[in-house]
């Protein structure tokens, strides 16, 4: 056996191995298509579920890879994806152009896509979606022989799938209110300029409670600066509600967050003189129709707290306050930066209950945070490695936060 | 801004109360230094103004050189802006005190302009009462109650009048140099004691001039006008006040007031233009007459002259006839008189002939008739006898015997009487006795006629006794005749001698009379001449001072030269320049110590800006609360300042300037526009030193913000490299790293040092130096310390003085030294002490003129030299004209030679005695510059006293001294304003750089201390810093302070004098010490934060 057969026989064996362990058919196809992406070496993959409700439109759920699929949908027969659905015959894109293909461009920017490798996928009932591969090793074109070992393992992974086996609700995003697009960020020190950011592209859906999630240093915070209007990108484009902020100036910024955003920063940020109540005060102000400060400080529970002042309040509390404060002003989207970070366990489910609370009440939450675990409140949630989008979840079954566990 | 940003500035203030209180103090101390010293100004010439108002100061004085008449006063009147004029009658004094003179300015009492204010007891009504200025009263030792004699007039100007003996001229006496005839009597009664509005200022330096030795007016008295004699008047009066509706109620100093005033001095000036050239026109007629009448008389004269000499001519010859005349009449008359006198004498020897017959037979005659006569008489008596005999026998008194006898006896005796006649004429004589009485006595008168019948012989005739008689008889009538004839000869010739003598007395009488007529005429003609020889000479200056009668014009002075506004107004501008370099100093300093605390608050409130520019606050939001922030403290400083040196800072400084004014203390000034200027001006400053302390911060975004403070940014630098660096000791490497890259800290320290250093410094050396410009004024320039001044119109006064302070052991040298005014570039006057040397050897050994331009001093050159404060403040220039007002109307163009060190606080100009003669006329020594050893001044006047013209000597070094002293004490308190200032800067500004810069290390601090440095050595490890900074604060601070000190001397210097700016060493010490003794308190207090320090407190964000 030569040797890449023995490498696809490892991967294949991988393969079966994560599918059998996998609780649920959406997480066999998610992390198969992970360890096949990981193991064969291609750039990317996505995994797409025809949404039944609507004439089998084909949505992405899961995919790897710096892109943001979350609003992409092919009809069947439409795009390289919805012809694979039709026909339910694998589909190879090797000598792939695409400039001809300008919907696939498209969706991939930030990825250029030279080769790719579809494969359907269904059980007894019924086709249920496609896998997607994009460019082999090294961001290579697939070879033949690449191509037949996505397709293998797809079709593998597929046999996996139980008859009958219902996929989870296909996940309506609700609309873009922000867009990255190429966004970079550099950080000049000196000679040394550190490229944290290397091309993001992220929309973030009304309505959405998306966690970002990365290692320690990935840029996470950096990214959610940016999505903040507190920091600017070096290159790219950033919108808000079709409003072009790239190249925004400080003012308008501010203008931007003052009107639009909530932060929960992790070590709070209260004002150390103000009191609880006080503190959302001078944040209602700055809005023409905020929330009652005392009904904010009601939300998370801190009715009772509101002459304290924060020295004389737990860290849960503050970090309950700063939410309330984030809250105040009725913004759109709440960005927090590792909010339970500073926090012990019981305190931050406390808080994450109160964010739960919070999304549930129609804001678009995105939240930062290394919590592998927090991750099951999420509506969507998106891995970063080293500056870049990596892979994005749609998670079509939100957790409680008291049912997390750490 | 919202209610809660509000309530979080609040809370921000509350919890930043000490920057915010730094902010809001140095603000306050700006403003209160500033707007109190700046007011003080304001207020001191308010003060002056009401006492104007009260004593309804006037607007203007008018002075002419040929005096104001009454006519003049009522075109005065009704000039155009003219509300009151009144006139002032002058006269200059002498009253002795206690061995000392005093020059006494009696003015006329103000009746509706200068009114005098009564301090005590009642303005004078009567001619013989007089109100004591207050100053003068407590110098004199004169209370209300006291009665004063005045010595007589110190004013000896003469101006002889060419009918001055003449006696027929009505021409007024308005120069008489007598002094009582100014006023009717010499004595008065203090009836008040007063102050006046026209002599604000308490210096007696203000009262004016007087034309005493030294110039001087040493005291001020009122009488009523009535008091002066008015015929010394005659001419006009010396001085008008006027006084001005339009000027009513505005300030004296303020612009309103000068422009107003002098549109109302113009028109009074104009009609000086027409009155003045009338006047003298007036003057110049009369004077001219006075000329012509003059040279008339004197031709007149000379015509007599010539012709009582002709009539002496004349007189004499006819005298000398008329004598010729009478002596030859006399000669004659003696002649006849002669001859007369011989043929007197004949006849007298004719008559002396026929006497000597007539006594021959006389006496013949007489002794026949004696004979006759004894022998009757002895007939007789023998008849009594016998008669007397009988009676007594009869009475039977004697018997018959004795009767018998007696008769007997006496008959011998009588027989014996008439013997010698009986033998004479041949008789014979019986005895006689008692018998024959009877017989006897017939026998006698027998012999009688025997007797007769003798012949006798008379004129060589016989002849008989009855012929005899007969010849008697005829010559008796011969010589009786011939008497007759003889005596009425000799009549005629005695009265004719009586005759000659008469005629010769006659002729002498008439002598004499002609004579003195002659002589009497030539007296008159004598006399005549010489009124001739007299009144040419005055004629002669008569025309000498016709040709020279000047046109002057009046002299109309505003309130501008009034001595005491001109001191107010010296204060002002000693306060304003003050003020400005303070307040200059205060903001600075201010906008430091804002810019720092704003620094400190920002840097510890970095993560609060970051949130709560994340939550959407705009930069302007943040940097308004900054602002107001600022803002806040700057205005609350700013009252709280105001209120400062509206009550403290006005306090003291009014408290001292009040002591030089009359009007005594006074309240403090408020004016709106300086307080919100001066507000304004800290607010927008402190609110842009606010902005730029934040600026930087606001301008990050809010992640960095919120990361915290970017540390600062280590780097290879240049020196790196060098070989030196490498054996440098790790902590010197790390001094220089930690200097070098946190340029800010190490600016602001080294700022805030060099500040205290600074103002210690500049603090020290203005104290220091004022009383230096003391001391090198009589160490290198005076070589004199006391002045002594003669009244140089008695003959040889100088001399005396000098001779008597040479024997004291004083080295002398003798000047003429006078204030003069000078007109400066900027329209004003000021007055200018000329000194002329009479010998310049001696001159040059009391007065070390040390040039600082135009060369050396030569007093042989044609021009001045003056001191340089006139240079500095006047902007004048070697080679510039001084005009010089000669006092007596006269001005003088004086081209500056040079500027000499001078550092008394007026204007002095020196110049050669050849050069001023040139240009000012004669002159003579009044002054004798002495430097005297041990010897007191006061034994030296008492010595002095004896000698007739001495004045007066004054202890010039020490009179100086207290000059001195009153600037020192206004510098004494900006020294203590600075090093209270110097004090809170480093405690402001230090401290928080300390603090800011520990708590910045605070991380580098826990991990050194964690990997086991001692509390002892992390505290080194900051301070090694902050000393090497703290050296280089200092040396910064020491070189600004000691420029810094040079402005604040200069600015306190009055326009009269320019103080020494040097380096001081005691300041340079002082600085150091003191600035590095605050920077060690601060240093240590910071480093009390180091033990507190939570070693865990690395792990928190
Ligand atoms: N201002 C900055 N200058 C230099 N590097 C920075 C800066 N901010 C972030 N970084 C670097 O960028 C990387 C990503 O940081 P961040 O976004 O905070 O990561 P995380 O995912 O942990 O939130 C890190 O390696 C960090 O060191
Ligand atoms: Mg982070």
Not at chain 2, 409 to 438: C, D, E, F, M, W
Not at chain 2, 541 to 556: F, G, P
Not at chain 2, 993 to 998: E, P, R, S
């Amino acid at each position: 056996m030569d040797s890449s057969s023995l490498r696809i026989y490892r991967v294949i064996g991988a393969v079966q191995n994560v599918i059998a362990n996998a609780k649920t058919l959406d997480e066999a196809l998610q992390e198969g298509l992970k360890t096949i992406v990981e193991n064969a070496g291609a750039d990317g993959g996505a995994i797409w579920y025809a949404d039944t409700s609507d004439e089998n439109r084909l949505r992405p759920f899961f995919w790897i890879g710096p892109v943001d699929l979350t609003r992409r949908s092919h009809l069947p027969g439409d795009g390289s994806v919805g012809r694979v659905y039709e026909s339910q015959t694998a589909e190879r894109l090797l000598e792939f152009d695409a400039l001809k293909d300008v919907e696939t461009a498209i969706d991939f920017t930030g990825l250029p896509v030279s080769s790719m490798v579809c494969v359907p996928f269904s059980n007894a009932n019924a086709n249920l979606g496609v896998i997607q591969f994009v460019n082999g090793p090294d961001s290579e074109p697939f070879d033949d022989e690449g191509a037949d070992v996505m397709e293998i393992m797809a079709m593998m992974a597929a046999m996996a799938i139980e008859e009958n086996e219902a996929l989870a609700e296909p996940w309506q995003p609700g609309e873009v209110i922000m867009q990255l697009r190429d966004i970079t960020r550099e950080f000049k020190n000196g000679d040394i300029v550190t490229k944290v950011l290397k091309g993001v592209n992220l929309d973030v859906y009304e309505g959405e409670f998306l966690v970002l999630l990365g290692e320690s240093g990935c840029g996470k915070s950096t990214l959610l600066n940016i999505v903040g209007g507190m920091d600017s990108a070096t290159s790219g484009e950033f919108s808000y509600l079709n409003q072009d902020l790239s190249n925004a100036t400080q003012a308008e910024l501010t203008e931007f967050r003052r009107d639009n955003v909530g932060f929960i920063f992790q070590s709070y940020n209260l004002m150390p003189n103000l009191t609880a109540l006080q503190n959302l005060k001078l944040i209602a102000e700055l809005v023409d129709d905020p929330m009652d400060a005392d009904e904010a400080l009601e939300l998370v529970g801190l009715a009772d707290r509101k002459r304290n002042y924060p020295s004389q309040m737990s860290g849960g509390q503050q970090q309950r306050v700063s939410i309330a404060r984030a809250l105040v002003k009725n913004p759109k989207v709440i960005l927090a930066d590792e909010p339970t970070a500073a926090l012990d366990y019981a305190t931050s489910i406390e808080v994450l209950q109160v964010m739960e609370e919070v999304v549930k009440g129609g804001t678009t939450m995105v939240m930062v945070t290394h919590n592998e675990e927090i991750t099951r409140m999420a509506d969507r949630v998106v891995r970063m490695r080293d500056g870049r989008m990596h892979e994005v979840t749609i998670n079509r079954h939100p957790a409680h936060a008291v049912d997390l566990v750490w | 801004m919202k209610p809660t940003q509000i309530t979080e500035l609040l809370a921000n203030i509350k919890a930043t109360f000490v920057s915010f209180f730094s902010i809001l103090m140095f603000v306050a101390l700006g403003v209160g230094v500033f707007l109190g010293i700046s007011w003080a100004g304001p207020a001191l010439q308010n003060a002056f103004d009401a006492m104007a108002d009260e004593g309804q100061l006037h607007n203007y004085q008018v002075q002419f050189v040929y005096g104001l008449t009454d006519d003049d006063l009522g075109k005065l009147s009704e000039t155009e802006g003219v509300s009151q004029v009144e006139a002032e009658r002058q006269s200059f004094q002498t009253l002795r005190r206690e061995e000392s003179n005093y020059t006494v300015k009696l003015q006329s009492l103000g009746q509706e302009i200068d009114v005098p204010l009564v301090v005590e007891g009642e303005l004078p009504i009567k001619p013989g009462e007089l109100a004591m200025h207050e100053e003068s009263a407590a110098k004199l030792g004169i209370a209300v109650g006291d009665s004063v004699t005045f010595e007589h007039d110190v004013v000896q100007d003469e101006t002889e009048s060419l009918q001055a003996d003449s006696g027929d001229s009505a021409e007024p006496k308005a120069d008489t140099s007598d002094g009582m005839q100014y006023l009717h009597g010499d004595t008065f009664k203090v009836t008040a004691i007063v102050n006046s509005a026209d002599y604000a200022a308490r210096s007696s330096e203000t009262y004016g001039y007087s034309n005493s030795p030294s110039g001087a007016v040493d005291a001020l008295a009122w009488v009523s006008d009535d008091a002066f004699d008015a015929a010394a008047f005659r001419q006009g009066y010396p001085v008008v006040n006027v006084r001005s509706e339009s000027l009513e109620g505005l300030g004296t100093f303020g612009d309103e007031y000068d422009q107003k005033s002098e549109e109302v001095e113009q028109r009074v000036s104009e009609l000086g233009d027409v009155l003045a050239p009338a006047r003298y026109d007036e003057l110049h007629d009369k004077a001219q007459k006075q000329v012509e009448d003059g040279e008339k008389q004197i031709a007149d004269g000379k015509k007599k002259i010539a012709e009582g000499e002709e009539k002496l001519k004349t007189g004499r010859a006819e005298l000398d006839a008329a004598i010729a005349e009478g002596e030859a009449k006399l000669a004659s008359a003696y002649q006849k008189l002669q001859e007369g006198e011989a043929i007197k004498a004949s006849a007298e020897k004719k008559l002396s002939s026929a006497r000597s017959k007539l006594n021959e037979a006389e006496s013949v005659l007489d002794e026949v008739d004696a004979a006759i006569a004894e022998v009757r008489s002895t007939a007789s008596d023998l008849k009594s006898y016998k008669a007397s005999q009988d009676k007594e026998l009869k009475a039977k008194k004697i018997t018959q015997e004795k009767h018998d006898a007696n008769l007997d006896k006496y008959g011998a005796t009588q027989r014996s009487r008439i013997a010698p006649i009986a033998s004479a004429v041949g008789v014979s004589l019986p005895s006689i006795n008692h018998t024959n009485y009877g017989d006897a006595i017939s026998g006698m008168n027998s012999a009688v006629d025997a007797i007769k019948n003798t012949s006798v012989t008379v004129d060589g005739k016989k002849l008989s006794y009855s012929s005899a008689r007969e010849l008697l008889g005829e010559l008796r009538g011969e010589y009786s005749s011939k008497e007759s004839a003889y005596n009425s000869k000799v009549q005629e010739l005695e009265s004719g001698w009586a005759k000659y003598y008469a005629g010769q007395q006659e002729l002498e009488d008439k002598k004499a009379e002609g004579e003195k007529k002659l002589a009497d005429g030539k007296a008159e003609v004598e006399k005549a001449k010489k009124e001739i020889q007299e009144k040419e000479p005055l004629l002669e200056k008569a025309k000498q001072k016709v040709a020279e009668l000047k046109k002057y014009d009046w002299t109309v002075l505003s309130r501008s030269h009034n001595a005491g506004a001109t001191e107010v107004l010296t204060f002002s501008d000693v306060t304003k320049n003050l003020s400005i370099s303070m307040a200059a100093l205060f903001i600075i300093v201010g906008l430091l110590v804002s810019y720092f605390a704003v620094s400190r608050i920002v840097h510890e409130q970095v993560a609060q800006i970051g949130t709560k520019k994340a939550l959407g606050f705009r930069k302007g939001e943040i940097t308004k609360s900054f602002l107001l922030y600022s803002g806040i403290a700057v205005l609350a400083g700013a009252i709280i300042g105001t209120i400062v040196g509206y009550t403290l800072v006005e306090g003291i400084i009014g408290g001292t300037l009040s002591q030089m004014f009359a009007f005594g203390p006074y309240p403090a000034y408020f004016g709106w526009p300086l307080f919100a200027i001066m507000t304004l001006l800290e607010l927008a400053l402190i609110l842009g030193a606010t902005y730029l302390a934040c600026r930087s911060i606001l301008k990050q975004h809010a992640v960095e913000l919120l990361r915290g403070e970017k540390p600062p940014t280590g780097k290879a630098r240049f020196y790196e490299k060098w070989a030196l660096w490498d054996r440098l000791p790790l902590f010197v490497q790390t001094i220089v790293n930690n200097c070098v890259n946190d340029r800010r800290r190490m600016i602001s320290t080294i700022v805030g040092v060099a500040g205290s250093a600074a103002l210690i410094v500049t603090a020290i050396t203005l104290n220091n130096d004022v009383m230096k410009s003391y001391d090198r004024q009589y160490q290198e320039d005076y070589g004199f310390n006391t002045i002594a001044y003669v009244d140089n119109k008695v003959e040889g006064a100088v001399g005396n003085v000098d001779s008597v302070l040479q024997a004291e052991g004083a080295t002398t040298a003798q000047v003429f030294m006078k204030r003069y005014l000078v007109e400066c570039s900027d329209g004003d006057s000021a007055a200018m002490r000329i000194v002329v040397p009479s010998d310049q050897e001696t001159f040059a050994q009391l007065y070390h003129e040390n040039p600082v331009s135009g060369g050396e001093v030569d007093l042989s050159a044609e021009g001045a030299w003056v001191s340089q404060a006139y240079g500095k403040h006047m902007g004048a220039k070697v080679g510039d004209i001084i005009i010089v007002d000669g006092g007596d109307g006269s001005k003088h163009e004086v081209p500056i030679l040079g500027f000499y060190d001078f550092w008394l606080t007026y204007h002095e100009m020196v110049m050669g005695g050849d050069y001023f003669h040139k240009e000012f006329g004669d002159f003579s020594p009044n002054v004798v510059l002495a430097q005297v050893g041990d010897a007191s001044v006061a034994d030296l006047g008492k010595k002095l006293s004896g000698v007739e013209g001495f004045g007066s000597i004054v202890d010039d070094a020490t009179a100086q001294y207290a000059n001195f002293e009153m600037f020192s004490s206004v510098s004494s308190a900006v020294v203590a304003i600075y090093l209270v200032l110097a004090a809170l800067m480093s405690i402001v500004v230090l401290l928080n750089l300390n603090v800011m810069f520990i708590d910045e290390k605070k991380r580098e601090l826990i991990v050194l201390m964690i990997n086991g440095f001692s509390q002892k050595k992390a505290k080194s490890y900051i301070a090694y810093d902050s000393i090497v900074l703290t050296v280089f604060g200092i040396i910064v601070g020491v070189i600004l302070g000691c420029i810094m000190g040079s402005i604040t001397v200069a600015a306190i210097e009055p326009s009269t004098a320019v103080f020494v700016k040097n380096v001081d060493a005691v300041a340079v010490i002082v600085g150091v010490v003191g600035s590095a003794l605050l920077a060690f308190i601060m240093g240590k207090i910071a480093l009390r934060r180091i033990p507190k320090f939570k070693l865990t407190d690395i792990n928190k964000q």
